[in-house]
Nanobody, 125 residues
Framework: EVQLVESGGGLVQAGGSLRLSCAAS????????IGWFRQARGKEREGVSC????????HYADSVKGRFTISRDNAKNTVYLQMNSLKPEDTAVYYC??????????????????WGQGTQVTVSS
């Protein structure tokens, strides 16, 4: 059974930090590009960041560049999203997703086959 389990969300004041984790199982994690997405209430889901399976290359949305850092630990089948200098507009449900067959970076949304259930991040002003 494929599972992606996010953790680390919570309530933080503006300017604070959180580290999200995405623990994966049930598929070949090492071969998969992993992405983080978020969806704020009333808005569409948007890509935040992703990290490739091959060379560890990363991609960030302009809105989070310089503040968020994605990393992966293949030994633990886990991807992390370190979020610093958080802003109220970062408030959203954050999802991780796996793209096991992606050949481009960043992958197309359609390349993501597996999704987690999400973790809530709330940034107060």
């Amino acid at each position: 059974e494929v599972q992606l389990v996010e953790s680390g969300g919570g309530l933080v004041q503006a300017g604070g930090s959180l580290r999200l984790s995405c623990a994966a199982s049930g598929f070949t994690f090492d071969d998969s590009t992993i992405g983080w997405f978020r969806q704020a209430r009333g808005k569409e889901r948007e890509g935040v960041s992703c990290i490739s399976n091959s060379d560890g290359s990363t991609h960030y949305a302009d809105s989070v560049k310089g503040r968020f850092t994605i990393s992966r630990d293949n030994a633990k089948n886990t991807v992390y999203l370190q979020m610093n200098s958080l802003k109220p507009e970062d408030t959203a449900v954050y999802y991780c997703a796996a793209a096991p067959t992606a050949t481009m970076m960043p992958p197309l949304i359609f390349d993501y086959d597996y999704w987690g259930q999400g973790t809530q991040v709330t940034v107060s002003s």
